[in-house]
C-alpha cells in the first residue's frame, strides 16, 4: 500500500494538529501585474523581472527575436511604464491579455537560448516588493541559438516550432514548506571554540543563508528565530508544527573532549541512542532547555500523546530518508565528516514533532582549523549549497 507519508499522518492525526496551527490563509484566485522592468547582470545577462501581486504561474516561449512570458489568471495593468535599461537584449516590451492569460512579450534585439533553470527565480514579497518573476538570459548561443538564428531569417514552420517550445516552471509544483532552526541563541551560546567563535552565530549566519538560498529555489521558509534570542527546544519543534513544515532542520556546531575531533555529522530522532556519542550529545544539546527559568512541558506533552507509535515510525522513515540523502550531499561537497556512520540517532528534544528532520553538527568548534572554517563566509556558503542540494534531491511526496 502506497499513500502519501504526509497524507497519511494527517488521516491518522488526532485533532492535535489543528489546534496547534493556525489557520491556512487563502490566496486571491487571480493574479494581476505590477511592474515590468529589465537590467543587465554581470556576465552580459539580460534580466526581466515580472512584479505580480500573486505568486505567478507561467510558462515561457521563443518566437523569433522575442520572448513570451505566459502568466496564468493574471490580469493586465496598462497604467504602468516598463523601466527598460538602456543597454541589454530588450528592445520594448508589451502586454497582451488572452482570456486569463497574460503575456508579457519582450522583443529582443536578438534571438535567445531557451533560459535554463538556473536562469529563473521568483522571489517572495518583501520591503517594497510583491512576487518578482526574475529571467535572466542572453544571447543565442549552442544549439538553441543555431535554431534562433534560423528563425530570423527563415521560415514560418521554424517560428512555428519555436513558440510552441513552453519552459518548464523553476518551482516544485507545490511549494514545500522548510523550517529551519539555529540552535540556541541569547543567554545560551552553545558551545564557544577556542578562538571565541559561539555556536549560537555560527549556526545564525547559515541558518540566514540557508533561507535567502532555499526561497530562491522555490520553497518557502521559515526561521525558528533571526536574531540572537532564546527559545525552548519545545518551542522550535512547535513552530515547525504550526508552519505545517514538510521538513525540519536544526543546525548546531559541535565540541568534543579531544581537541583532534573534526567533521559534521547527523542526526534523527530516536528514543534509544545509537551509540554512546550521540547520547551524550543529546544530552548536551537538551540541556539547553534547563538553562530557560520556565517549563514549557504543556507541547511536548501534546505531541507525545497525538504520535501514534505508527505515525513515529513514518515520521521517523522520513526523516532517516532525508538525513541519509544530506550526508551524502555533504560529501559530494568534500565537507570533512566526523568518523562514524552516516547517520545517528538520539533523543533530541528539538526532533520531537510530527515534521520530519534532522539535527545537523555542521563541523566542530573544538578542533582549531574547524572553528576558522566554520567562521567563514565560503564555507558556510558551502554548508548552505550542501542542505541546499540535499533539500532538492529529498523526495518530499512518495
Ligand atoms: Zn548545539
Known sequence: MKISRRGFLKVSGIGILAVLSAPRVAFAARNSLRSLRTGVQPGNKTRLVIETSARPT??????????????SNTAANTGITANLASSGLVKSLAQAQNGDTLQ????????????????????????????RLVLDFVAGSGAAAASSATATTATAKTETKQATQPAKPATPAKKYIIVVDAGHGGKDPGC???????????????????????DAN???????????????LAQRAEIAEQK??????????????????????????????????AKKLAEAENAADKIGVEGFTEFEENIRIALSSLQQH??????????????????????????????????FAVLRSTVPGALLELGHLSNASEEKLLKSSSHQDKLVNAIVKSIKNYNFDV
Request: hydrophobic share 35%.
Open 192 to 214: 564557544i571554540g577556542k578562538g571565541g567563535t559561539r555556536e549560537k552565530d555560527v549556526v545564525l549566519s547559515v541558518a540566514k543563508k540557508l533561507k535567502t538560498k532555499l
Open 218 to 232: 522555490g520553497f518557502k521558509t521559515y526561521l525558528t528565530r533571526s536574531g540572537d534570542t532564546y527559545l525552548k
Open 244 to 277: 505545517k513544515a514538510d521538513l525540519f532542520i536544526s543546525l548546531h556546531a559541535n565540541a568534543n573532549p579531544s581537541r583532534k575531533m573534526k567533521g559534521f555529522s547527523i542526526y534523527t530522532l530516536s528514543e534509544k541512542a545509537s551509540d554512546e556519542e
Open 58 to 71: 507561467y510558462s515561457l516561449s521563443y518566437p523569433a527575436n522575442q520572448l513570451v512570458v505566459s502568466l
Open 314 to 347: 513514518a515520521v521517523a522513515e522520513m526523516s532517516e530518508e532525508y538525513a541519509n540523502g544530506c550526508a551524502k550531499s555533504f560529501k559530494k561537497l568534500s565537507i570533512e565528516q566526523q568518523p562514524g556512520p552516516d547517520v545517528r540517532h538520539a533523543p
Open 104 to 131: 508579457v512579450i519582450a522583443n529582443l534585439k536578438s534571438g535567445i537560448a531557451p533560459i535554463q533553470k538556473s536562469g529563473i527565480m521568483i522571489l517572495e514579497p518583501n520591503g517594497d516588493n510583491d512576487y
